[in-house]
């Protein structure tokens, strides 16, 4: 069973950044998909983006393009979500979950292990 902590959430004015980070433990990973979902009060899950744990493959939603990068470090087990150019509607709580090897990314229902959410509002 694999735990997932992330951390590096907060209060952030809109322009700035924030890293997020999603350090996994109980498992090696070889070519799972990484992925960081969030959701904001009322609204569904939503993808952010992902990562393939063994090519380092990424994927983003059109809304984060261009400001988020995801990143890995195979030697510490963890995944990285840096933010920059925040803007009000990224406020959310975000999630790190473990995903398919295999297929798009980006549906929510094929990751089965998730972590506790780390909440980020971002001021106007």
């Known amino acids: 069973q694999v735990q997932l902590v992330e951390s590096g959430g907060g209060l952030v004015q809109a322009g700035g950044s924030l890293r997020l980070s999603c350090a996994a433990s109980?498992?090696?990973?070889?070519?799972?998909?990484m992925g960081w979902f969030r959701q904001a009060p009322g609204k569904e899950r939503e993808f952010v983006a992902a990562?393939?744990?063994?090519?380092?493959?990424?994927y983003y939603s059109d809304s984060v393009k261009g400001r988020f990068t995801i990143s890995r470090d195979n030697g510490k087990n963890t995944a990285y979500l840096q933010m920059n150019s925040l803007k009000p509607e990224d406020t959310a709580v975000y999630y790190c979950?473990?995903?398919?090897?295999?297929?798009?990314?980006?549906?929510?229902?094929?990751?089965?292990?998730w972590g506790q959410g780390t909440q980020v509002t971002v001021s106007s």
């Open positions: 979950a473990v995903g398919p090897r295999y297929g798009p990314p980006w549906y929510s229902e094929d990751y089965d292990s």
């Open positions: 109980g498992r090696t990973f070889s070519s799972e998909t």
């Open positions: 990562i393939r744990w063994n090519f380092g493959n990424t």
